[in-house]
């Protein structure tokens, strides 16, 4: 039996494997250095077309689609990947399994894990394996 351990999608179902965490939505829109990420993303991207402040936007993306957010943030987390699951109502973020290096253990893959969530403000000391899998259709 083949086994597929990375992000797949198809017509009808998605999965998602990382180490890394899970988080509630309202955890991810107080952390601060993904808010200023985004808000990067948003104007790099283009779509600041009304000028908003820093601050007008942390407003929005509470007030707002975490969806919106979640597209603004998934490139400038890489190589990290999110997802919101079938749902939307969870949050996680984490290194995909297949991308650990031959060279390297486990152990190693997760600490650099750990740091490059610590460096997005996501202050951890451990991360989960996280398997999820969902019927789009």
Known sequence: ?????????????????????????????????????????????????????????????????????????????????VSTGPDGDDFWIGAPVEKQRDSQTLGEYKKEIISKLNQLGINVDRVNYICEAWRDG
Do not use: C, R
């Not at 952390?31 to 929005?60: P, Q, R, S």
């Open 1 to 81: 039996m083949k086994v597929k351990i990375d992000f797949v999608t198809n017509s009808s179902t998605t999965s998602f494997v990382v180490w890394g965490v899970s988080l509630d939505h309202s955890e991810v829109l107080k952390n601060e250095k993904l808010l200023e990420l985004a808000f990067t993303e948003y104007e790099k991207e283009g779509y600041n077309k009304t000028g908003l402040t820093f601050n007008e936007f942390e407003e929005e993306q509470k007030n707002g689609s975490f969806w919106e957010f979640m597209e603004l943030i998934g490139p400038v987390v890489e190589p990290l990947e």
